[in-house]
């Protein structure tokens, strides 16, 4: 079946711009992450979602980065006035509880470039 | 606070020589320990995890609770296992905590 797709793949933008980055998790997986990944680090947390909610935000750096997933399945991950240190791969990941018992899948990631 | 630390960067080996990528972990209660693999234009996966004490492709990883330790071996190493391996670690909730990475090279 389909794994966890995120769009777009690349995206570069422009000092101060706002972004988008989309986050399609596995059918029936009501746990969602998002991680960045900078060059030459592992994955660092972002946000959790259970359901529509987020149940853990608070490894966004600051308030320029929103996400939501208002019906409980696609999430959508928001950068305000980007700055040129936003750049980075962003990891989407769902599993199928959020329990130990359910392991992460990952998606391809978006790398965003801020110019 | 947790951490997870792999020390090593980059390690090379020859095909058929034994493995082992180092993790270290800091966090006071009890941890659950992940490695994930990454293979050249794939996508981020798990390989395998402390509680399972399962072998995947080969690879073994024991939780050393008192060297705070989650290394991953390999007996005899081959060219598929080329890639980038994290180590990861879950506290308290859901995130996972992951280390640096180490590049996996075996060559022929």
């Known amino acids: 079946g389909a794994g966890v797709s995120q769009t777009p793949s690349n995206k570069v933008t422009e000092k101060g711009k706002y972004v988008e980055l989309r986050c399609d998790p596995i059918?029936?997986?009501?746990?969602l992450y998002w991680y960045r990944q900078s060059l030459g680090q592992g994955p660092e947390f972002l946000i959790y979602?259970?359901?529509?909610?987020?149940?853990?935000d608070s490894g966004l750096p600051n308030d320029r980065f929103f996400a939501v997933r208002p019906e409980g399945s696609v999430s959508t991950l928001k950068i305000q006035r980007t700055e040129r240190g936003d750049s980075a791969v962003y990891l989407c990941?769902?599993?199928?509880?959020?329990?130990?018992?359910?392991?992460?899948?990952f998606g391809n990631g978006t790398r965003l470039t801020v110019t | 606070a947790q951490r997870v630390t792999q020390p090593e960067k980059l390690l090379s080996v020859f095909k058929g020589a034994p493995v082992e990528l180092k993790c270290n972990y800091s966090y006071s209660g009890s941890p659950e320990l992940f490695w994930y693999v990454q293979y050249s234009r794939q996508r981020l996966q798990l390989l395998l995890r402390h509680i399972s004490r399962e072998s995947i492709k080969g690879f073994t990883a024991d939780l050393n609770k008192g060297e705070t330790s989650f290394h991953l071996k390999k007996p005899f190493a081959q060219e598929e296992d080329s890639a980038m391996y994290y180590c990861?670690?879950?506290?308290?909730?859901?995130?996972?905590?992951f280390g640096e990475g180490t590049q996996l090279t075996v060559n022929p």
């Open positions: 979602f259970q359901g529509t909610g987020a149940a853990d």
């Open positions: 990861a670690l879950k506290a308290s909730g859901s995130r996972l905590t």
């Open positions: 990941a769902s599993s199928l509880s959020g329990s130990y018992n359910s392991p992460l899948h």
């Open positions: 059918s029936g997986h009501t746990a």
